[in-house]
């Protein structure tokens, strides 16, 4: 009930197009959903994150979308560029808790 | 923006030896920081919490006085891994817990220890 399973485990996609990254889970006392993004030989960074009262949120070319109702969300990338090349990692956390469980990480290549 | 350090950011050691890694919150004070290690292209495993002013709380498997967690004020952790082997070689990283709606936790640069 603790994990929460991201897919797929590698992808590439060329310059331009859009890069999406699953993730689902099983705890619904979860209600803080982060993605991370983390480049090699460095900290993961804070991307973007959602609370489950919304389906949507966007920043720039960066979506996360939230099905409450499937347990899932999603991270979409839109008009992808090589400099997005990175690992990314969803997490999910509880209300009043502060521990984070992430996902398995999702290797993501964007081909010039 | 919220900032996080670590130092060093990479340490070779003799077997045997005991290394210490400092994570410091730069622009917000942190109750609490989180002590991770990765191994290569793997996730993230959480190793333990750090609470300022009271004992590290480790996760299961973690062992305790191998790797020792002191959080000393609310911007400073320090981690020492004690008689460090080989196999302790891995990729550290901290992060402080930022109070707020959104649970937001920022992540140090990492540290990169390699034990001969």
């Known amino acids: 009930q603790q994990q929460v399973k991201q897919s797929p485990q590698s992808l590439i996609v060329q310059k331009g197009g859009i890069s999406i990254i699953n993730c689902a889970y099983e705890n619904t006392a979860f209600d803080y959903f982060p993605w991370y993004q983390q480049f090699p030989g460095k900290g993961p960074a804070l991307l973007i994150a959602i609370r489950p009262d919304v389906s949507e949120k966007k920043e720039g070319r960066f979506t996360i979308s939230f099905n409450k109702s499937a347990k899932q969300f999603s991270l979409h990338i839109m008009d992808s560029q090589p400099g997005d090349s990175a690992t990314y990692f969803c997490?999910?956390?509880?209300?009043?808790?502060?521990?984070?469980?992430f996902g398995q990480g999702t290797r993501l290549t964007i081909n010039p | 923006g919220a900032v996080v350090s670590q130092h060093p950011s990479w340490v070779i050691c003799k077997s045997g030896t005991s290394v210490k890694i400092e994570c410091r919150s730069l622009?917000?004070?942190?109750?609490?920081m989180f002590w991770y290690r990765q191994f290569p292209k793997q996730s993230l495993m959480l190793m333990a919490t750090?609470?300022?002013?009271?004992?590290?709380?480790?996760e299961q498997g973690v062992e305790k006085d191998k790797f020792l967690i002191n959080h000393a004020s609310l911007t400073l952790s320090t981690l020492t891994v004690t008689s460090a082997h080989p196999e302790d070689s891995s990729f550290y990283i901290c992060?402080?817990?930022?109070?707020?709606?959104?649970?937001?936790?920022?992540f140090g640069p990492g540290t990169r220890l390699t034990v001969l």
């Open positions: 992060s402080a817990w930022r109070d707020s709606s959104y649970n937001e936790q920022f």
């Open positions: 622009d917000f004070q942190a109750t609490t």
């Open positions: 750090s609470n300022e002013g009271s004992k590290a709380t480790y």
């Open positions: 997490a999910a956390s509880k209300r009043g808790a502060q521990k984070l469980v």
